[in-house]
């Protein structure tokens, strides 16, 4: 569903809206069946990835709804009803191996609201308000932006050191601006912050906190490279303060802290059939993450080949690995005992995280597919002391 809302939103949609007519109607279903066998661990702590042998199902549905109502204007509502339990109650891995639960502890299905916003074209102008994730817009990459249907892991569908504004459920409300002339495109947004980490409700009042981010794109024959900046503002504490007085970093936040950093992708059609991508991310790690994931660097590649090689054109398999890393003052947090919301054994024997992993999908017919994912993991939660760790995952998939 994100693939095709992305493809919605991507400058020059007007043309494929037009197709559609006034309206149009998606559905998008995922189950999700993710498990790892027991795993060495010295010893384990409120947010680890528990040692144990244990399994965790998610389930995941989208009904996309977009109305024309008049030149250049697309309105979209999407509501999304979703349950199930990450691994360990998504906790423990800093890329975490399942993009179907994002942060949502509560097993119990729930029914939002995803996405509600405006969409105006105007020319080379595009306009985007309302509520989305600011993934739509930014940071795509048609090779690793969809963990419905390729990889899943979180380090991979997105640059990991970009801590987007989001909600737990990974939405938010902003507006985004795009200009295309040619090869280039570029884009600039701003978007809502959640009030606490991992919050649920936002911050309304963009003077204490927002999220500013600006991409440029140039596209060439079959790719395109993207570099992206941001800033964020927010309710934040700090890591340093945190290991210098208090350990719990929710006890130094304050108004009018800062999170900055780059990112920097590129894909491309190696052979037929065949293409390539690479993610480079980067954030200051001084504050705390506050609404993706505990990453301050990432570097993440990876390989997608579609099945005409071996007489299937709808099938796909892929191959990536992700290596994640913190700053100094986030390790040392981590070390002295501290906890983020997503990850903290307890103590920390540093170590780059590193995630790989491969999918296989086999298109059944037009809108249904199955698929399997391993993911071996190396260092969890930074960790040399745990792991390693490899997740298996069925998943099925309907869309129309």
Do not use: C
């Not at 795509?140 to 997105?158: C, E, K, Q, V």
């Amino acid at each position: 569903m994100r693939a095709f809302v992305v493809a919605l939103l991507a400058a020059g949609s007007a043309a494929a809206a037009d197709d559609e007519g006034f309206a149009s109607l998606h559905f998008q279903a995922t189950v999700a069946a993710q498990a790892h066998p027991s795993f060495s661990a010295a010893y384990s702590g409120t947010n680890s990835l528990r040692p144990d042998a244990e399994s965790a199902t998610s389930v995941v549905m989208d009904l996309i709804g977009t109305v024309r109502p008049w030149s250049g204007a697309e309105l979209t509502l999407q509501p999304e009803l979703a349950g199930g339990r990450g691994l360990s109650s998504t906790l423990g891995v800093a890329a975490f191996p399942s993009g179907e639960v994002y942060r949502v502890g509560n097993p119990e299905p729930g029914l939002i609201v995803g996405r509600a916003f405006l969409k105006q074209t105007l020319g080379a102008l595009a306009l985007t308000a309302g509520k989305f994730s600011v993934t739509d817009v930014f940071d795509n990459i048609p090779y690793a932006n969809d963990p419905h249907t390729r990889f899943m892991s979180w380090g991979l569908w997105a640059s990991a050191a970009y801590d987007y504004p989001a909600d737990t459920r990974g939405y938010t409300w902003g507006l985004a601006a795009e200009a295309t002339a040619g090869d280039f495109s570029a884009r600039a947004g701003i978007f809502l912050e959640p009030k606490f980490a991992n919050g649920i409700a936002m911050e309304w009042d963009v003077g204490k906190a927002r999220g500013l981010v600006a991409e440029v794109e140039r596209r060439f024959t079959g790719g395109a490279v993207r570099v992206l900046g941001f800033l964020n503002t927010a309710h934040m504490g700090s890591y340093a303060d945190a290991t210098g007085q208090h350990v719990d970093v929710v006890a130094t936040r304050a108004d009018g802290r800062l999170k900055g950093g780059l990112a920097a992708s590129a894909n491309t059609q190696l052979a037929a059939g065949l293409g390539g991508f690479v993610r480079a991310s980067w954030s200051d790690g001084a504050n705390e993450t506050w609404a993706f994931t505990e990453i301050d660097r990432s570097l993440a590649l990876g390989l997608v080949q579609s099945g005409e090689r071996w007489g299937r054109g709808k099938d796909e398999a892929g191959a990536a690995l992700v290596v994640s890393g913190l700053s100094g003052a986030h390790r040392d947090y981590l070390k002295g005992g501290g906890y983020g919301f997503l990850i903290g054994d307890g103590a920390l024997d540093y170590a780059p995280e590193i995630l790989g992993e491969l999918y296989y999908r086999a298109q059944l017919t037009k809108e249904v597919s199955l698929g399997a994912n391993y993911q071996p993991i190396l260092h969890p939660g930074y960790n040399q002391d745990r792991g390693p760790v490899h997740v298996f995952t069925a998943r099925a998939h309907v869309a129309f």
